[in-house]
């Protein structure tokens, strides 16, 4: 299930997190998540927003995402390519999970799909995983975009039939 994140989930948020800094390391993407990105503030700051969300099982929370609608500025650039549409779009970011549950990815997927039917997301290059994720769940591979450090991002775009043009 998908509820809203509350301020009293931030400890279990923030331990996700390390959880999934610790596998990206492991698989060879070291360098997305890494410092203090994301930290408790970008986290707050989507709570704030109604716009962090998180995947439990009762009491017990296992993933993480933030669902934004609204213009990414991160996405107003993109190069060696171009989006499939310039439609209202929303986007999903931080998303995690701490390894217990399968399928985190497909539920904030399903459960954003459910809100627009154009998305928008990115990965770091070296973030395999996610990539297989999101291309094996239908999002077209769209170009480079460039996060607020300068950093390029693998850019996807999803989209139904009835979004085009």
Known sequence: MIRLAKQEDMETILDIVKTAKEYMKQTGNATQWSGNY????????????????????????????????????NYAYIEDGGWLNNKPYGAIHRIAGNGTVKGVFREALDFSKSRMNNLRIDTHADNRTMQHLIEKSGFQKCGIVYMDDGSPRIAYQYTSRDSYA
């Open 38 to 73: 994301p930290a408790a503030e970008d986290f707050m700051r989507d709570i704030g927003k109604n716009q962090l969300f998180v995947c439990h099982d009762g009491d017990v929370i296992y993933g993480v995402f933030a669902f934004i609608i609204g213009d990414d500025p």
